[in-house]
């Protein structure tokens, strides 16, 4: 799921082996949109941005951050 491409989880699943992790901030996670961030076809890293409402992120909104990674 999602590996090289953009995605929106806005339901955090804790049995999902992504977000199995001892690191995961105090603060409730209800979304998370990933955008990878890539040079010809290398990705160099991802843009992970999180909201703590479920639903917190839409297709506009994987869009908007689409036109500003590819600038």
């Keep these: ?11 955090i699943d804790t049995s999902d082996q992504r977000f199995n992790d001892q690191g995961l901030p105090a603060t409730p996670i209800g979304s998370i949109l990933g955008f990878p961030l890539k040079v010809d076809d290398q990705i160099l890293g991802v843009l992970c941005l999180q909201f703590e409402a479920i639903n917190g992120f839409s297709e506009a909104d994987l869009r908007t951050v689409e036109f500003y990674a590819r600038m």
């Design 1 to 11: 799921m999602g590996e090289g491409k953009p995605e929106i989880v806005n339901v």
